[in-house]
């Protein structure tokens, strides 16, 4: 067989392999830890805070400057960031557990 059959996907796996780092990744604490409980997607924003307390911040609102872009509303809690539109749950992202560790960006204040 071809010698060059055999090197090719030696170097892509070198390639590979060549990638990893040393970062702590938000999804890899997220698939180590048990799931915690977190608001669902459809919940009120009354739901939430019932089951949650109040959020440790209210951000501004973003969206809304056109028909077609809703105004999102975004509440931040220790853990997790809850954005909701018209007062629904669309989406709840893990927070960062600290600097070193690569995940979402901090909300936009």
């Known amino acids: 067989m071809n010698r060059r059959a055999y090197v090719l996907p030696f170097i892509a796996l070198l390639a590979v392999a060549g990638s990893a780092s040393a970062d702590t990744l938000l999804i890899d604490r997220a ?3 048990p799931a915690q ?17 109040a959020p440790q911040q209210r ?10 872009w ?6 931040v809690y220790p853990a997790f960031t809850v954005y909701f539109e018209k007062n629904r749950v669309i989406d709840v992202v893990a927070n960062q557990a600290g600097p070193q ?8 204040r």
Do not use: S
Not at 37 to 53: D, I, Y
Not at 70 to 75: A, D, E, H
Not at 101 to 108: D, T
């Open 31 to 33: 698939a180590e830890k």
């Open 37 to 53: 409980a977190v608001p669902l997607r459809g919940q009120t924003a009354a739901e939430v805070e019932a089951r949650f307390g």
């Open 59 to 68: 951000l501004d609102p973003r969206g809304g400057q056109k028909r077609q």
């Open 70 to 75: 809703p105004v999102i509303n975004r509440w």
């Open 101 to 108: 560790e690569i995940g979402p960006k901090p909300p936009i």
